[in-house]
Structure formats: structure tokens, C-alpha cells
């Protein structure tokens, strides 16, 4: 028998995969209950109305889209012996990070964060995801700033919010790829983040 849990998370799921499809207009309360196999008013006992469901959606695709993002850079910590192990691990992550692969996530980013400019409660829920985040980050360059492995007079946190808006801004360039060499704006992008934090 599905229990409570299981059914609030394959609701979300369906609303996620619809705006994913064809944005949050797609969301349908009742469809997305046939889609699960519930009964309309199991959706609303989860959220209170659609735009709850929707809000919801939004903040989880947009969790989703970080929720790699930490566990690298952590371990670069961890798997490096010296300073120059720490910075190859930093450019490799960072090389990772531009794939192409990985366009359809920073996408998901700018679009949730649009849908915040309207609605207080997703904005609220992104800037506390974007600390968490952040900090997490930030406790990363702190363990290397301990150990002489990249400069001490630059802001951990506020290098580490400046590091994911190079990684949201991406979509700029990826918008544009006819005019746009994706490969020397990642060169620009990733030499300004060495530079900044080991020059």
C-alpha cells in the first residue's frame, strides 16, 4: 500500500514533469491526479490549491538542480594533499560543471527563478536554498583558506554566491550559440574563478 509520503512526492513529481513539458500552465489539478492514480481531493489534502502545487513544483525542480553541486567540491577538499591537487580538482569540477549536458538545469534555474518575481513564497524558498547552498560552499573554501590552499582575504560566502551566478549566467551565452563560442566563455568564466580564488 503507498503511503502518505509516497503520494505527495508522486504528485509533485507529475506537476514537476508537466511544467518540465510544456510550463506551469499545463498544471491541471485533476490530470495531474489521474496521472498518479488519486482522486482530485488527495492533491488538495497535500496543497492547499494549485498555485500551492505550482510553487511547490518550482521550488523542488529548482532544489534539484543543485543538489550536485556541493558533494565535488566537498571532496575536493577531502581527496587533495596539497594546493595544487585542490586547484586541478577546482578546474575539473568547473569543467564538469559547463558540460552541455547540463544546459537543461540552468534553465530550470532561470525559470524557477522567474516564477519567484511573482510569488513571495518561491522567492523566499529560493534565497534559503541559495544560502544553504552557498554556505555549504563557502564551509568548503574555509577548510582550504585553513590550510594555505587559496587566498585568505577574499569573502568564502560571497565568493561562493558570485561562483553559482557564474554557473546560472551561462544560459546567456547558451541562448545565443550562433554568436556565442561556448568554449571561450568557458574559458573566461573559469580563469576569472581560479583567479579569483588562487591568484
Known sequence: MTNIADTRTRILEAAMFAISENGEGAIRVQKIAESVGVREPS????F??????????HVERYRRSFIEMVQ??????????NAEDFQRIVKNILSLIYVPQREKIRSIRISVMGAAQASPHIAEEIKQINFNICSEIAAVFIAAQAKNWMRKDID??????????????????????DRVDLDKWNEASEGAILHHLFR
Do not use: T
Open 43 to 46: 492533491v488538495y489534502h497535500f
Open 48 to 57: 492547499k490549491n494549485r498555485e500551492a502545487l505550482v510553487e511547490a513544483a
Open 72 to 81: 565535488p567540491f566537498q571532496a575536493g577538499v577531502a581527496l587533495s594533499d
Open 156 to 177: 568564502p560566502l560571497v565568493s561562493a554566491y558570485w561562483i553559482i551566478g557564474q554557473f546560472i549566467g551561462r544560459v546567456a551565452a547558451e541562448m545565443d550559440q
